[in-house]
C-alpha cells in the first residue's frame, strides 16, 4: 500500500528556472515530511523537511510547501542548477517515528 | 567529519546463500535503520535499531534480521536469498531527540545481485 506518491517520474526544466517537485500522501497520521536528493550510485542525502505545526520551510534555493488538508506537499528549487540533476524522493512518517514512507522518486533534468 | 560507512559495496549471492550486510553509524548517532531499494521504486524500511534494541520492522520475512552491537554498528542478515531481494540495501542514523525532527542519514548502500 503506497502511502506516500509521487505521480510524476520525471521532469525537465531549464536552468534558472524554477523546479516544482509534488508529492501526495494518503496516512492523516503523518506529522513529519522530508524530502532526499540522490545522485547514482551514492544513498540519498536529506534536503530540507517540515513538521506538521508548519505550512513553509525555506532553506536557501529550497522551499517546501505543505497542505495538510489536500494531504499534499511540494519542494521549490529556485533557481535551478545543473547539479540539482538528480532523482527526488517525498517522505513521511509520524512524529516520534523514524519508520520513514517514501514516494518512487521524481528524476529531474536541468537542461543548460 | 565521515558519513555513514557500509560494506561491501557491491556483492553477488546465489540462491539460497546468506548474506551479512555491516554499517557504522555518524559518529553520536546511536540509532540505525535499513532499508530496501528496488530499482525504479524508493527505499522500503526493513528494521529500526537503538541502543541495541529493535524499536520497529517493515513488511519484511523472517529472513531477514539484523542487530546492533555496543558501538552503534549494525548488521542486517538475510537467509535463503530469493532473486525478488536482488536490491540496493540502504543503512541510515541518526540521532533521536525525542522531537521527531531528525532526519535519517543515508550511506550509499550495498548492491546485492542474487543469481
Known amino acids: 500500500d503506497q502511502q506516500v506518491k509521487q505521480n510524476s517520474p520525471s521532469l525537465s526544466v531549464q536552468e534558472g528556472r524554477i523546479s516544482i517537485l509534488n508529492c501526495d500522501y494518503t496516512?492523516?497520521?503523518?506529522?513529519?515530511f522530508l524530502w532526499y536528493k540522490k545522485y547514482p550510485a551514492e544513498g540519498p542525502t536529506f534536503l530540507i523537511s517540515i513538521s506538521s505545526i508548519k505550512d513553509k520551510n525555506e532553506d536557501g534555493r529550497f522551499t517546501v510547501f505543505l497542505n495538510k488538508s489536500a494531504k499534499h506537499l511540494s519542494l521549490h528549487i529556485v533557481p535551478s542548477q545543473p547539479g540539482d540533476s538528480a532523482v527526488y524522493f517525498c517522505a513521511a512518517s509520524p512524529l516520534n517515528d523514524y519508520k520513514l514512507s517514501f514516494g518512487a522518486g521524481t528524476t529531474v533534468t536541468v537542461r543548460a | 567529519d565521515a558519513g555513514v560507512t557500509q560494506s561491501p559495496t557491491h556483492l553477488i549471492k546465489t540462491r539460497g546463500q546468506h548474506v551479512t550486510l555491516r554499517c557504522s553509524p555518524i559518529?553520536?548517532?546511536?540509532?540505525v535503520s535499513w532499508y530496501q531499494q528496488v530499482l525504479g521504486q524508493g527505499p522500503q524500511f526493513i528494521f529500526q535499531y537503538y541502543e541495541k534494541e529493535e524499536r520497529g520492522r517493515g513488511n519484511f520475512p523472517d529472513r531477514f534480521s539484523a542487530r546492533q552491537f555496543p558501538n552503534y554498528s549494525s548488521e542486517l542478515n538475510v537467509n535463503a536469498l530469493l532473486l525478488g531481494d536482488s536490491a540496493l540495501y540502504l543503512c541510515a542514523s541518526t540521532i533521536l531527540t525525542g522531537t521527531g525532527d531528525s532526519p535519517l542519514h543515508f550511506g550509499n548502500g550495498t548492491r546485492l545481485t542474487v543469481t
Open positions: 559518529s553520536g548517532h546511536k540509532s
Open positions: 496516512n492523516s497520521m503523518f506529522d513529519y
